[in-house]
């Protein structure tokens, strides 16, 4: 019995009898074999929160992804690599009601704001904004003005169709906090300036290819929790930022719950095989919850 660990409805396990997990030679499959884990009634209420996977093309090889090292003072994944993003707040639930057209239009809209607020680059919008406006709009948010009415003080406009949805996650995890994380798509501003981390949530803000975060990980120079480190794994395999969108649009979005299963006598953090991960189970003892 794993304490700590919800026990999910069969519906959430992977379908088929094998699965390749972190660690795993290619092409070894594992037989999943499901266990009975604590189900955990206290789980506090996940929060809505968004975060945008922002890309760029380089030069040569895969796109570069925008990525932060978190302070190690956060009450959430401390020192972690992870995608800009954070809460949705009820701003942003306020400015979706005047910007119709997209369902999820507060996740969209706190993906961009808190972007912008923690890298100083600000995708999305229309027309491209100069530095001066992206610094202005940069304090706005700091000062908690709502993005919609700063953008029209500085006659631009949100772009919500420039993100496309990637994932969405919700961790049964058993920490302080839970968050049911919307993952967008976005290619960078051509004329982004370079990032700058936000003092108050991040140590460096940097870009890298998918490929080169998952070798700072494996080196040990870095870590990131399962959720990120499982969508690194996807994004490693697109060679341009339209590979990621099509593939965005061939595993339509649905929310993963992670569930524990034993495997060779060992527990193992899984989530569903075809939900368009490359690997999709790592044992509970490296999987990084918070």
Same mark, same amino acid.
């Given at each position: ?32 074999? &499901? ?22 093309? $380089? ?20 020192? $972690? ?50 530095? $001066?406006?992206?610094? $202005? ?54 004329? &982004? ?98």
């Amino acid at each position: 019995m794993l304490i700590g660990w919800p026990r999910q409805a069969a519906r959430h396990r992977p379908r088929g009898g094998s699965i390749r997990g972190a660690g795993d030679k290619p092409g070894f499959a594992r037989p999943a074999k &499901a266990v009975a884990i604590q189900t955990m009634p206290d789980l506090p209420e996940p929060m809505p929160a968004a975060t945008l996977v922002l890309m760029r093309e $380089a030069s040569v090889g895969p796109p570069e992804l925008l990525m932060m090292e978190r302070t190690g003072h956060m009450a959430f994944a401390a020192g $972690a690599l992870v995608f800009p993003g954070g809460r949705i707040d009820p701003e942003d639930h306020d400015a979706a009601g005047r910007l119709p057209g997209f369902p999820d239009a507060a996740a969209r809209i706190a993906a961009v704001r808190e972007t912008i607020e923690e890298t100083g680059i600000a995708p999305a919008i229309v027309p491209e904004p100069d530095p $001066a406006r992206v610094r $202005a709009l940069r304090e706005g948010i700091r000062r908690d003005l709502p993005l919609d009415r700063l953008l029209e003080q500085h006659g631009l406009a949100l772009e919500l169709g420039a993100l496309t949805p990637f994932a969405r996650w919700c961790p049964n995890f058993r920490e302080t906090r839970r968050f049911d994380t919307y993952f967008y798509l976005a290619a960078a501003p051509a004329g &982004a300036p370079e990032p700058s981390a936000s003092a108050q949530e991040a140590v460096r803000v940097f870009w890298a290819s998918a490929a080169d975060i998952l070798r700072e990980i494996e080196a040990g120079a870095a870590h990131a929790i399962f959720p990120t480190r499982r969508n690194l794994e996807r994004l490693a395999r697109f060679g341009s930022i339209d590979e990621a969108r099509a593939d965005a649009v061939r595993h339509p979005v649905r929310t993963i719950i992670p569930w524990v299963e034993e495997r060779h006598g060992r527990p193992h953090v899984c989530i569903p095989e075809d939900a368009g991960y490359p690997i999709t189970a790592e044992p509970l003892e490296t999987a990084r919850r918070s």
